[in-house]
């Protein structure tokens, strides 16, 4: 039997960067600030968010 270890070797590891992000106040949904909605509603139950700061990976746009 052959199993490929190359692939999980060259994988590259996250980068954990502090981000503001927007919480929602009555579910768990939370948003980025670079993606959130100019009304800052949840995009889930669409209720009042709250601003938080998170560790989240970094992404390469």
């Not at 100019?38 to 992404?59: A, F, H, V, Y």
Request: charged share 30%; hydrophobic share 35%; aromatic share 8%.
């Amino acid at each position: 039997m052959f199993f490929n270890r190359k692939a999980a070797e060259e994988k590259p590891e996250d980068i954990l960067i502090n981000l503001e992000v927007y919480a929602c106040n009555s579910c768990h949904g939370w948003m980025r600030k670079d993606f959130a909605t100019d009304d800052l509603k949840c995009p889930l139950c669409g209720n009042e968010t709250s601003m938080e700061m998170r560790e989240l990976p970094q992404i390469n746009l």
